[in-house]
């Protein structure tokens, strides 16, 4: 079991951000993200652990964005034909990378789902 990670009451592991997350601290998402923040989104899935907000990323013209999930396998929930679910989530980190030879950035987020709702 990694450091982070403890048994919850179910005696499934749960992470330390799953503990300790309060109602307080997620925000609605509304398709733009930050670093550290906790959201709450609707999100339509797929059979291939693929989750895509109903509200899209919002960027900059020059800018092209996309959500990688850490720990999809985790919620098999997440995985179906067709299922629309509310989750709450964390932004862990973001990665803005050049694509030349154009003026466009690639920019990933890389985040946790914390639960589903």
Known sequence: MAFSEVLNSGGERQSEAERFVTEAEILSFEGYLKESATYRAQVDCDKKLKLSPTTPLRMQPHQAARIEWTNL????????????????FRVLS?????APPQNLWRVTYYCQVIRVE
Not at 73 to 88: A, D, N, Q, T, Y
């Open 94 to 98: 973001k990665e803005t990378i050049k």
């Open 73 to 88: 396998r985790k919620f098999r929930e997440l995985k179906g034909p067709h299922c629309r679910r509310s989750i709450v």
